[in-house]
């Protein structure tokens, strides 16, 4: 079973509304939790990080929230942009462990 | 740093043939990783090493993978022989100490290989 649960597992929306992405973990010892982005073609590009210590992380028009007690992450994205269109993955580093686990990721069409 | 370095960006072969995929990492990051990206199982890590020296390939699937990293600035992923299910988008990463707050993995931008 997959470690790290991500939903929906698509969206549509329209270009100057919000949206927020889920992700549902279950890696334990935790060490920090990252999204990244990844445009069609190219490779994952990290946006956000956060320790079991941090609550939320902002860059830019992406905030990222973390609830550790009920391993849960979210991803909001604030008044979209067409160039949001994108896979978003959530992934978490287990403590003392070099493998990453990959949530199945978040596809976001954003329509004019 | 032109950031990790990816070649080919395509690849188009015919079951039965041997594929090599290189990767060339960002200069001084001592962890390199190839990873496998499909639509059904997302991205699964198949084998990573620290300087140069394979530590777990527990995620390759089948014998007919091998990778190599005859020094740190260069890796190849080899599939002989190629099955039309090994058709997917291989990525190489590379990063400092993996899985620390203040390193990232960074990813070339991958081969997509299609096995006919």
């Known amino acids: 079973k997959n470690q790290v649960e991500q939903s929906p597992q698509s969206l549509i929306i329209l270009e100057g509304k919000n949206c927020t992405l889920q992700?549902?973990?279950?890696?334990?010892?935790?060490?920090?939790l990252r999204w990244y982005k990844q445009d069609t073609g190219r490779g994952p590009v990290s946006l956000t990080i956060m320790t079991f210590s941090e609550n939320t992380k902002s860059n830019g028009r992406y905030t990222a929230t973390l609830d550790a007690d009920t391993k849960q992450s979210s991803l909001h994205i604030t008044a979209s942009q067409l160039s949001d269109s994108a896979s978003y993955i959530c992934v978490v580093s287990p403590r003392g462990d070099y493998k990453l686990s990959f949530g199945a990721g978040t596809t976001v069409t954003v329509r004019a | 740093d032109a950031g990790v370095i990816q070649s080919p960006r395509h690849e188009v072969t015919e079951m039965g043939q041997e594929v090599t995929l290189r990767c060339k990492p960002i200069s001084g990051h001592d962890y390199l990783f190839w990873y496998r990206q499909t639509m059904m199982r997302g991205l699964e890590l198949l084998i990573y090493f620290n300087n140069n020296v394979p530590i777990d390939d527990s995620g390759m699937p089948e014998d007919r993978f091998s990778a190599k990293m005859p020094n740190a600035s260069f890796s190849t992923l080899k599939i002989q022989p190629s099955e039309p299910r090994d058709s997917a988008v291989y990525f190489c990463?590379?990063?400092?100490?993996?899985?620390?707050?203040?390193?990232?993995?960074?990813f070339g931008q991958g081969t997509r290989l299609t096995v006919v």
């Open positions: 990463a590379s990063s400092l100490v993996p899985g620390t707050m203040n390193t990232e993995a960074f």
């Open positions: 992700c549902n973990y279950t890696v334990s010892p935790f060490s920090n």
